[in-house]
């Protein structure tokens, strides 16, 4: 299984950018997906979950009102479309696979993790 994000740069305060990651070795859409991030020197924080058909989503109450996550199962991508940025989003945004099953919370359950893409946000 390998997850390659995409989309990442570097833009001022307000802006917005469109992440792409597209999954290979998986029936993607038997997953749902999560994008996460890190910032550095930071712990991994969760950002967006969707099931698998698309029809549920879920945001960090950081995020949310500002980014949007959707899938295209035909072409194994999910995308977080973000907007409104702000300098504390500056991270490395990583998107996750969530194994079949129940959890306690939408940011559980993942097991297969891309490398990353750098979102930087200027002030």
């Known amino acids: 299984v390998q997850l390659q994000a995409s989309g990442g740069g570097s833009v001022q305060a307000g802006g917005s950018l469109r992440l792409s990651c597209t999954g290979t070795?998986?029936?993607?859409?038997?997953?749902?997906m999560g994008w996460f991030r890190q910032a550095q020197g930071k712990e991994r924080e969760f950002v967006s979950y969707?099931?698998?058909?698309?029809?549920?989503?879920y945001y960090a109450d950081s995020v949310k009102g500002r980014f949007t996550i959707s899938r295209d199962n035909a072409k194994n991508t999910v995308f977080l479309q973000m907007s409104g940025l702000k300098p504390e989003d500056t991270a490395v945004y990583l998107c996750?696979?969530?194994?079949?099953?129940?959890?306690?919370?939408?940011?559980?359950?993942?097991?297969?993790w891309g490398q990353g893409t750098q979102v930087t946000v200027s002030s």
């Open positions: 070795g998986l029936t993607f859409s038997r997953y749902a």
């Open positions: 996750a696979t969530r194994s079949p099953g129940t959890y306690e919370s939408p940011s559980a359950g993942y097991t297969y």
């Open positions: 969707i099931n698998r058909s698309g029809g549920s989503t």
